[in-house]
């Protein structure tokens, strides 16, 4: 039976370099209010802290535009050195309108601008990239934690999405590690006796957009622990999350 979650924001993280020893810094901001990690925990973490601290950051004065990003310049609302890192961050173009592009990265996602964000990164030039890996950056994270806690925590990197079909944006995971992204309840049966065909559960996702709740975009708080959540163990990373193409309506 669930007895409900409690979502739980950790402040006081301070600005994350790259290099910093991320789970060090984690446990010391929860230390200095009285917390701590306990097993069976989620910890949600945003994609730039991740980002930050390992180095996946680009100054765009270095970066020299192709003649497709000076063209993408002249429609949007960026400068063309931008959409030189988004296109080289991007393994195809799905659409593109009046300089917004969606575009599929090397990983698979598909999403706005290859996700390279100009937003909370310190200096004016500078934008962040995705992990190179996101699911086994939050496997790093969580096998440190286990390290220097001695407790069992799942992990979950989250970014900002926006939805086919509806308007406004939400956290998702774009990298999972200890928890299974997906809960399936096909073949089980309601309440009223209806066997369920097509009930498949992105939890990951649910979960990190609880999170960005006590996270926000604007409160410099790039983290939280979500408490209480039944975790279902699993390998599995958050590329199951991701749908083939020839089921991808979209595409």
Excluded at 4 to 17: F, N, S, Y
Excluded at 110 to 129: I, Q
Excluded at 139 to 162: N, P
Excluded at 194 to 203: F, G, L
Aim: aromatic share 4%; charged share 25%.
């Amino acid at each position: 039976m669930n007895n409900g979650i409690c979502i739980l924001p950790i402040h006081g993280i301070g600005e994350v370099q790259p290099g910093d020893n991320l789970a060090d810094m984690l446990v010391d901001a929860l230390r200095r209010h009285d917390m701590a990690f306990e097993s069976g925990d989620v910890l949600v973490v945003t994609q730039k802290v991740i980002s930050k601290a390992e180095g996946r950051l680009v100054n765009l004065e270095t970066v020299e535009p192709s003649h497709m990003a000076r063209m993408a310049a002249l429609q949007g609302r960026k400068d063309a050195a931008y959409y030189e890192v988004v296109l080289r961050e991007s393994r195809r173009i799905v659409r593109m309108d009046r300089g917004v592009l969606i575009t599929e990265t090397h990983h698979g996602f598909v999403c706005a601008n290859a996700g390279v964000d100009e937003s909370n990164v310190p200096g004016e030039h500078c934008v962040t990239l995705l992990p190179i890996d996101p699911d086994a950056s939050a496997m790093r994270l969580r096998l440190a934690l286990r390290d220097r806690c001695r407790v069992d925590v799942a992990v979950i990197i989250s970014d900002t999405f926006g939805r086919p079909w509806r308007e406004g944006q939400v956290n998702v995971a774009i990298g999972v590690a200890g928890l299974a992204p997906l809960v399936d309840y096909v073949g089980q049966q309601d309440s009223y006796g209806y066997t369920m065909h097509a009930s498949v559960i992105a939890v990951a996702d649910e979960l990190a957009s609880a999170a960005e709740l006590v996270m926000g975009k604007v409160s410099r708080v790039p983290a939280a622990v979500v408490r209480g959540y039944s975790v279902i163990p699993s390998d599995n990373g958050a590329r199951v999350l991701i749908r083939a193409p020839e089921r991808d309506l979209f595409r």
